[in-house]
């Protein structure tokens, strides 16, 4: 048994020395396919994403109770501006707790166009109301967009003083890019309307981009002890356990808060997303830059 598990790495070391530098295709095409897709959205749309009431201004209205929201759409579709639903439930007996209504109309014509279909008065006990308006929201949103910014060029002046190398800091560099570009298109693709949480988890995604990156770059660099195929394969290992920790642990927080958290939600589903994405880019993209670099010039 462990002369075929020998054999089995012998053979899968051989197909990678081989073919690695065509794995790069993969991530190459989806990067492309990324910017070209991100491209026409914001042609489109004006703007990166899909942003909801939190971002764009507008009122939020929660009705507490069972409602039927397919009847409930249908009627305030046409009464109310850009309007959006959102079911809430009790985690434990799954019984609709309460209706979360977006709509970029005003309080006053929400209130009405919901008391009309409902045919009884919303006060404080019953319902509740948040306006928020647009100058505020696009202040925000544009605070929102230098602070990750901000963020990720940090990241990379850090990434350099770590490694001084340009080549092995650029590749971290790219794969953390790539995750954050490829979960944005995603998160497009499926009409995801983002809040002001979904865009801090783009934030914390810079963090969880980075660390198996350096993790890997940090051994190729530095342990030189070791082939390169066996730097690459220990650092996989630590670096795969490492996230699938957080991404189960994510995943189940994800099924708990799923129907009574919106804004939790959004921040896990961003998250899943994001760390599928890196596994790709870190053991693919980030592998297949560093091989070469170390084959190159130092021939390990």
């Known amino acids: 048994m462990e002369e075929q598990g020998k054999s089995e790495k012998r053979t899968f070391e051989s197909f990678h020395n081989k073919y690695y530098k065509l794995f790069l295709l993969i991530p190459l095409c989806l990067i492309v396919f990324s910017l070209l897709y991100m491209g026409m959205f914001y042609s489109k749309n004006n703007d990166f994403i899909y942003k909801d009431v939190s971002l764009t201004g507008g009122t939020s209205a929660t009705i507490y109770g069972k409602i039927n929201t397919e009847n409930l759409e249908q009627e305030l579709s046409n009464k109310l501006d850009d309007v959006g639903f959102r079911e809430v439930y009790d985690v434990v007996t799954r019984e609709q707790k309460a209706v979360i209504i977006e709509t970029k109309s005003d309080i006053e014509t929400t209130k009405q166009v919901l008391e009309e279909y ?107 002890e070791w082939s390169l195929n066996q730097r690459i394969f220990g650092a996989f290992k630590t670096g795969i356990t490492m996230t699938l920790t957080s991404l189960l642990a994510i995943v189940f927080a994800l099924l708990v808060v799923k129907s009574f958290s919106v804004v939790l939600t959004q921040i896990f589903t961003i998250l899943v997303i994001g760390l599928c994405f890196d596994i790709f880019n870190t053991w693919v993209t980030n592998v297949s830059i560093l091989k070469g670099y170390m084959e190159k010039k130092h021939g390990t």
């Open 118 to 224: 409902l045919g009884y008065e919303l006060d404080g006990e019953n319902s509740s109301f948040e306006f928020t308006g647009s100058v505020l929201s696009e202040n925000f949103y544009n605070q929102l967009l230098i602070a990750i910014l901000i963020a990720f060029v940090f990241m990379g002046v850090v990434v350099f003083i770590i490694f001084r190398t340009f080549i092995p800091s650029a590749a971290v560099i790219i794969s953390a890019f790539a995750d954050i570009l490829m979960t944005l298109t995603l998160v497009n693709m499926l009409g995801m309307k983002m809040s002001s949480a979904g865009i801090v988890a783009f934030l914390m995604l810079i963090g969880y981009s980075v660390d198996t990156d350096i993790l890997l770059t940090n051994r190729i660099l530095k342990r030189r």
